[in-house]
């Protein structure tokens, strides 16, 4: 499907490079047509692939390679590609297949296109008008195409409009190519002379509606009836996260892709990688103007290189901003254990703070792990976390219960026995800072002489890097 939407980019850009006869091809309801090629498919090509005008976008037909090929849904079980010339076989011909059918061939030096016409016999030859509807982007111009065989002669054309407010003229044109163009249309309709093409721009809202037309020929009436609608354009493809662009490791952020436009389908890139919703730790939820991406337990290495959000429909394609989603990456908490240390076979006095510079993210929480240790036969009565502040012109430590602006938000994880951590949730500015910890057993009380040094940011470009780090001893 990839290479077929490129080359439905670049159709009409090979002008002089015909590969299909002059049409128009005619057909016979019910019955089966063969669609010509001016390609011999015995050389060396890379793709070819019939398509069809469905009035508001071309659809692939078949995409035939030198390995094989490959129908269309809806075309399957009616189609038939000569792998020596291009011809396709189309049946059983139906009134909605009539309208414009394309060919193109890539090689390894060129693209080649061609477009013809189909009409169909037995129920409408009559019809000036391909299958509609027609879809557009407001603000730009559409071209309405007819059916007419531009070898045909033709006495008069008349368009007209109903938009709900009743059946409006646009325009006429006679045999002798006098225009006459309605009142509101004035500077923005244009027919081509030859086949009747009607251009019609620039597009607003409320000219979406029913399209008629009457072409009168030296044997009778052809009339048309198509449907447009006007899209809005697609734009303002936006990013946003929930969070700053810093993220925590194993935090969860969602990103938010919001745009503007009729229809809207969305994707995901890291770079110019695909993200694919995993449905664990990377989802993703689709909404009619939004997508939001979710990252669980996001991690350093998550997408790397900058996000992009891709808003489409099938007239055009907008492309958001990079996003760059940093993660701070602080050191992983040590594991902790409760042997004591041993020195000359005998337990000592001890604080061990396992990681003595943690970094977090305001709001967030940090654990500040601790391990102590006492000689045998001693028990331990008390547990105590101070603050280190300045006081009355000097340093000093406060035991962290006492303060106010820690309530409620401290969590021991001591056992009284060895594990002496710390936990401090809803992280706010002012807790940056120093903190001590003290134990007393039924003899002797002991207290870190060194600190841990707690970091609290919020700042939007902050990282916080790997380190090493030793435990400390005191």
């Given at each position: ?291 939001t991406l979710t990252i669980h337990g996001s991690l350093a290495s998550d997408l790397i290189g900058p996000i992009y959000c891709i ?164």
């Amino acid at each position: 499907m990839k290479s077929f939407l490129f080359l439905l980019s670049i159709i009409g850009c090979c002008a002089g490079q015909d590969i299909l006869p002059e049409g128009p091809v005619e057909a016979v309801l019910r019955k089966n047509v063969t669609f010509k090629t001016l390609v011999d498919l015995r050389d060396d090509f890379i793709t070819f692939v019939w398509s069809f005008n469905h009035g508001s976008q071309l659809v692939p037909i078949v995409t035939v390679t030198p390995t094989g090929e490959t129908v269309a849904e809806g075309y399957q079980g009616r189609v038939l590609v000569n792998r020596t010339n291009g011809f396709l076989t189309l049946g059983s011909v139906e009134a909605k297949d009539r309208g414009y059918y394309y060919a193109t061939i890539v090689t390894s030096e060129k693209i080649k296109t061609g477009e013809t016409m189909l009409r169909v016999l037995g129920c409408c030859e009559w019809y000036a008008l391909p299958e509609g509807p027609v879809d557009a982007v407001s603000g730009k111009n559409v071209t309405f195409k007819t059916l007419i065989n531009p070898k045909e002669e033709f006495n008069a054309i008349a368009w007209f409009v109903n938009n709900g407010s009743g059946l409006m003229r646009i325009v006429t044109v006679s045999k002798d190519w006098e225009t006459i163009v309605s009142e509101g249309y004035l500077g923005r309709v244009k027919v081509n002379h030859t086949n009747g093409f009607l251009t019609l721009g620039s597009l607003a809202a409320e000219d979406s509606g029913d399209y008629y037309v009457n072409i009168f020929t030296a044997k009778g009436v052809k009339t048309g009836e198509t449907k447009l609608q006007v899209l809005e354009p697609v734009s303002d493809v936006t990013i946003r996260a929930n969070m700053s662009e810093i993220v925590e490791v194993n935090s969860t952020v969602a990103l938010t892709c919001s745009a503007k436009g009729s229809f809207l389908k969305f994707s995901w890139t890291s770079g110019t990688t695909p993200i694919v919703a995993t449905n664990t730790r990377l989802t993703i939820k689709e909404e009619d103007a939004s997508s939001t991406l979710t990252i669980h337990g996001s991690l350093a290495s998550d997408l790397i290189g900058p996000i992009y959000c891709i808003a489409r429909n099938h007239l055009e394609v907008e492309k958001s901003a990079p996003f760059n989603l940093t993660v701070i990456f602080c050191p992983p908490a040590a594991v902790l254990t409760t042997q004591p240390s041993v020195t000359s076979g005998k337990a000592r006095w001890s604080v061990t703070f396992e990681n003595p510079d943690p970094c977090a993210l305001k709001g967030s929480s940090a654990q500040l792990w601790c391990s102590f240790n006492y000689p045998d036969g001693e028990t331990v009565h008390k547990t105590v976390w101070f603050r280190g502040e300045v006081k009355n012109g000097s340093w000093g430590r406060t035991e962290l219960s006492s303060l106010p602006s820690y309530q409620n938000r401290v969590k021991y994880l001591s056992d009284q026995k060895h594990n002496c951590s710390l936990e401090i949730h809803d992280l706010r500015d002012s807790d940056t800072g120093y903190y001590y910890f003290r134990f007393d057993t039924n003899t002797y009380g002991w207290r870190s002489k060194g600190s841990v040094y707690l970091s609290v940011t919020g700042t939007v470009h902050y990282n916080c890097h790997p380190v090493c780090f030793v435990k400390l001893k005191v």
